[in-house]
């Protein structure tokens, strides 16, 4: 993806081009639907576009924002669509009954936090916001947790590539480590409740 940082720089001549910051909200838009896409990359180029060019922190993190809320929205509102979908549909087996149901006890419970620490995981973040949909959550409380997620890592971000400074390479070094960490992470999560299930089911117990 070169091809996008590439893009950029050729508006750092000009400050807070409004071309370049269409990419990066773009960019931070397009990472909710399609996760495989570089967004993260393309952030970090921005905190260099602030430091090095003088650029606008206030229109670069504004611009990620609004990408990073608009994706998550739309993710959610494909999560409501699925939700309705399923309620005119009575008929739809049990065991996607109970699946949806458990969704929506446990966004009720711990919804917030999911959507929170949802920005920080790489990959799957996406995922978080359409269960969100599914489960029903409010619109106004959705907006708020994508606002504060978004916020915190966006904003540690630009602080991570101001302190690096013009070292790009360096900046999608320390990326790369941090998803390998979080990709770990999130498989240890996912081990941990495979095998809960799997005790579960052995010792005749309903899994949570």
């Not at 790489?122 to 916001?129: I, K, M, T, Y």
């Amino acid at each position: 993806m070169d091809w996008l940082t590439d893009s950029i720089v050729q508006f750092v001549s000009q400050e807070n081009n409004p071309l370049g910051l269409l990419v990066l909200c773009l960019s931070a838009f397009i990472e909710y639907i399609f996760p495989p896409f570089p967004g993260d990359t393309i952030t970090l180029f921005g905190a260099i576009l602030i430091t090095a060019y003088n650029w606008s922190f206030i229109a670069v993190f504004s611009a990620v924002m609004l990408g990073s809320v608009g994706g998550s929205m739309v993710d959610f509102y494909v999560g409501l669509r699925l939700q309705r979908r399923a309620e005119r549909n009575p008929d739809q087996p049990s065991k996607r009954r109970k699946t949806i149901d458990k969704l929506v006890r446990k966004f009720e419970n711990h919804g917030a936090i999911y959507l929170v620490i949802s920005r920080f995981i790489p990959g799957v973040r996406a995922l978080f916001f359409v269960a969100a949909g599914m489960a029903g959550m409010r619109t106004r409380a959705v907006l708020f947790y994508s606002f504060v997620s978004a916020a915190l890592f966006n904003l540690a971000l630009i602080g991570i590539g101001s302190a690096v400074g013009l070292n790009f390479e360096s900046l999608k070094a320390f990326m790369s480590r941090f998803s390998l960490v979080m990709w770990i992470l999130v498989g240890a999560v996912i081990l941990f409740f495979v095998a809960k299930a799997v005790w579960q089911k052995r010792n005749g117990a309903e899994p949570e």
